[in-house]
């Protein structure tokens, strides 16, 4: 067996919360669990009556409070996995996990330096766990989120967004459709977006940004045309898998 | 472990399709390689496993054969477009060689005699996925084939699995190997026709 982190665990569902009509909060309580920095994953392994079994990876959405980790789940339709997560699985499922895993796009609520993080849809997730890290250890680290998701009902942890949170500024911007009281119009995030609601680059914030690959791309390209340093802008891509 | 998830069913399974996108099958067994075959000596041979903090685990040939070993049956695929199926080997499984191996490490460069490197998530080294394989069909690893042992890890193309192995060196960060570093994909996925960077 592979000592620490690499190791399989038995955690279970303790706890679910619906974010979106179809992202899904599972808190689940894993003994032992070792504790994890904000940004950082787990793989969950799920394994069929017959055998079958299949893995994947996900950000862990706020710091571990004691044995209990928290992942957000986004249902992708027609996925072999995530519509078992947020439709299937109950309250007591035992489900392997293991973990936690990524070392790189992390932030560490020591740090002092302003950050500015940058999620497209579901990549909010590892960025809600830094947000909650800072207020968790008391952090005075300024921080700006620039957020981009398709329409109002797509807002993750909306509630807990809106509260206003001395030292964190929250920007929205909508894809599709905005709110009424929205200024302006729906559209994807460019580089006005990323100069207004961002850092100047002389601050030499931490940048993280998650989300879909071409967001990232994009979004990435703003911040080295901007002035950022590459070396301080770090990025995570995803998208469906598992096909 | 392996516990069942209660109610998960997974997809609908059919036959397998054994061979991925844009391969074809071979019989014999192709080579390909960087530079000149290294002839390296089983009485000189040296594994070793370096950890992000410097931590040295080493394995003489002796040491190597001591260890449990398996004979995994694979299907391998090649970049340039080859797949062999079917292929037998004789291994020690990477979980064993690193299951004392205390480590934060995500990721893996694998070292060889000669210079090659290759880089690999540490997670697709663990759970059964590969090997240091030191036979083939029955027989002893031909040097041009990687012997006297190689990396095998057939999930992803075969310049992943690194002939004439040296060590593999954990870190945090990932590096780029021989070959990646020249443009191809960092991951090399052949059902994800991951053959060069962008794809």
């Given amino acids: ?243 | 472990m392996g516990i069942v998830t209660p109610g998960f069913r997974g997809r609908a399974r059919t036959a397998d399709e054994k061979l991925p996108p844009g391969q074809y099958l071979v019989e014999d067994f192709p080579v390909l390689s960087a530079g000149p075959t290294p002839r390296v000596r089983t009485e000189n041979w040296r594994f070793t496993v370096t950890t992000e903090t410097g931590r040295t685990h080493e394995w003489s040939w002796a040491d190597l054969l001591a260890l449990p070993s398996e004979t995994p049956t694979v299907d391998i695929h090649c970049v340039t477009r080859w797949s062999k199926l079917g292929t037998s080997w004789r291994g020690m499984s990477l979980d064993t060689l690193l299951a004392d191996v205390d480590t934060a490490a995500d990721y893996v460069l694998a070292e060889c005699h000669g210079g090659y490197t290759t880089n690999l998530p540490l997670e697709d080294l663990l759970d059964g996925q590969a090997w240091i394989a030191y036979e083939f069909e029955g027989e002893e690893l031909a040097p041009e084939h990687g012997g006297p042992a190689r990396l095998l890890v057939p999930h992803l193309y075969f310049w992943k699995s690194a002939k004439w192995i040296e060590g593999l060196r954990l870190t945090l960060d990932e590096d780029l190997g021989f070959w990646e570093a020249a443009g191809y994909h960092t991951y090399g996925d052949p059902w994800r026709e991951q053959r060069y960077q962008g794809d």
């Fill in chain 1, 1 to 243: 067996m592979v000592q620490g982190r690499l190791a399989w665990r038995v955690g279970r569902l303790a706890e679910v919360r619906d974010e979106t009509p179809t992202a899904r909060t599972l808190v689940l309580d894993v003994p032992g669990w070792p504790g994890h920095l904000a940004g950082q994953h787990v793989d969950l392994r799920l394994t069929a009556e017959d055998g079958y079994r299949t893995t994947r990876t996900y950000s862990l959405a706020a710091p571990a409070a004691g044995d209990r980790v928290a992942i957000t789940v986004q249902r992708v339709p027609g996925g072999e996995v995530s519509p078992y997560l947020t439709e299937v699985f109950a309250v007591g499922d035992p489900v392997e996990l293991r973990g936690p895993v990524g070392g790189w796009f992390v932030w560490r609520p020591t740090s002092p330096d302003p950050v500015l993080l940058i999620a497209g849809g579901a990549g909010i997730v590892p960025l809600m766990a830094m947000i909650r890290a800072r207020r968790a250890a008391g952090s005075r680290a300024p921080v700006k989120l620039l957020y981009s998701v398709r329409t109002p009902a797509d807002v993750y942890y909306a509630g807990e967004l809106r509260r206003p949170e001395p030292g964190l500024d929250v920007t929205v911007v909508y894809t599709r459709k905005a709110p009424a009281d929205w200024p302006g119009e729906p559209h994807r995030i460019g580089i006005a977006d990323v100069n207004t609601a961002g850092w100047p680059a002389e601050f030499a914030p931490q940048c993280f940004v998650c989300g879909p690959t071409g967001f990232v791309e994009t979004i990435a390209d703003v911040l080295v045309a901007l002035g950022h340093d590459p070396r301080r802008v770090k990025t995570e891509r995803f998208g469906p898998s598992g096909s």
